[in-house]
């Protein structure tokens, strides 16, 4: 038996028995090759996907796949690796909308600007700046406090939890205080949000 007279019955007689033409059932047997060509890419392209996936630990989407794909010097359609990941069922962890994490405590007097815009530092020690993020992760949403000193740029103190309560800020500035070979008279400088204005955080 071959695909030219399959099942032993003449080809001629199939078409006849199926309604299509010859010419169209010889055109099909000569696509094949190609067709099978582009399905082998079509995996390989989506295995990389699948390892840059997991290599993000599936937080990469589509946009960022792409990215990276292109980055390796493949020229690359996004909705191309937009249906491969639907068709696979490959997710990336969805972003919600962006908000501000530290709301302004409206009813706290607020602590004069000692740094007044100068974010720079001749010695280390004397001037910390704070501040709030979220990453996305399998787990969920994980929010992390980061102290930075101004005269190395160095992350000295930081804390990570799955909320920005004032605890969050308080445990990474005690890391730099620690670590960071702090001077008499440092200051700490943030943003007026409720965590950095909060009692626990202002007694420390």
């Known amino acids: ?21 010859r010419s169209a059932y010889y055109a099909y047997l000569a696509a094949k ?12 392209l989506a295995d990389e996907i699948r390892k840059i996936h997991t290599c993000s630990r599936g937080a990469y989407g589509a946009p ?7 980055r390796k010097g493949r020229r690359i359609n ?15 962890v969805t972003r ?18 000692l740094i007044g815009r100068d974010f720079t530092a001749a010695e280390a020690g004397t001037k910390l700046v704070s501040d709030i993020t979220y990453l996305p992760t399998l787990a969920g949403w994980w929010y992390l406090a980061t102290v ?10 930081y ?21 960071g070979a702090l001077k008499e008279g440092c200051i700490a400088h943030s943003d007026r ?12």
């Not at 919600?96 to 600007?113: E, F, N, V, Y």
Request: aromatic content about 2%; proline content about 4%; some cysteine.
């Open 1 to 21: 038996m071959s695909e030219a007279n399959p099942g032993g019955r003449p080809v001629a007689f199939l078409c006849r028995v199926l309604k299509v033409t």
């Open 33 to 44: 090759p190609a067709a099978a060509a582009r399905q082998a890419e079509e995996d390989e």
């Open 64 to 70: 960022r796949v792409t990215a990276t794909l292109r």
């Open 78 to 92: 996004r909705k191309k690796v937009e249906r491969i990941m639907r068709e696979r069922d490959i997710r990336g």
């Open 96 to 113: 919600r909308k962006r908000r501000s994490l530290t709301k302004a405590d409206t009813k706290a007097a607020p602590s004069p600007d």
């Open 148 to 157: 930075i000193d101004l005269a190395t740029r160095e992350v000295v103190g």
């Open 159 to 179: 804390a990570m939890a799955d909320h920005h309560r004032a605890e969050l800020v308080v445990d990474a500035l005690k890391m730099a205080a620690g670590r």
């Open 193 to 204: 949000g409720s965590e950095y204005t909060s009692g626990e955080y202002r007694s420390l």
